[in-house]
């Protein structure tokens, strides 16, 4: 098996997308910290959101580009960024 890990994330596609696309951005505008199952919550979110923009860019379905970032996006490891903006946010806090 390879190992496809890249600077510290699961692989680059991971790493990307938190990097370009969440950098800055705080999941406590969209969730209360007081969610039980907020990982998983969070998780599906931002999945949600960057189809959206992937989408709206691209034109929609049956575009090639769009067809194209979905596949990059079905790499990404969301639990892993969202454990990341959790971690984040409770450092942020103590």
């Keep these: 098996m390879t190992d496809k890990t890249y600077n510290g994330w699961t692989n680059y596609e991971t790493w990307r997308v938190n990097l370009e696309i969440f950098d800055g951005f705080d999941p406590f505008d969209y969730f209360s910290d007081n969610q039980a199952d907020m990982e998983d919550n969070l998780a599906e979110y931002l999945k949600d959101y960057v189809e959206t923009l992937i989408y709206e860019a691209g ?4 575009n090639l580009a ?3 970032a979905l596949a990059f996006l079905q790499e990404v490891n969301w639990h892993e960024i969202a454990k990341h903006m959790i971690a984040d946010y409770a450092e942020v806090t103590e």
């Design 59 to 62: 034109g929609g379905d049956g």
């Design 66 to 68: 769009v067809d194209y």
